[in-house]
């Protein structure tokens, strides 16, 4: 799974962990209150998640994501061993002109 599909669940869980939210069913909240996470980890939880929530953050990541997922299908193209120099400098050519 990318960080891109798990963005969401990473998110959600540094929320349960920095402000204990939660509505998950079972959840055991007076165990939770008894200080399982002491504050030194909810306070990295919360930097964590401040900085991913961070619009320069989103922004950059979704661009640089972009921009590399173009890339996807000829980086496993010349990993194959049976590729050609003059058939990966077309592969290259190709991608530089989209």
Known sequence: MHFYQAFCYIVKTLEVFAF????DEGFDCQL???GQLDRENKSHATCLLNSLCDFSFIVTFLTVYTLLSHLDGVTVSLQRGANDIVNAMDMVAECKAA
């Not at 204990?20 to 509505?23: A, E, P, V, Y």
């Open 32 to 34: 939770a209150e008894k």
């Open 20 to 23: 204990g939210l939660h509505d």
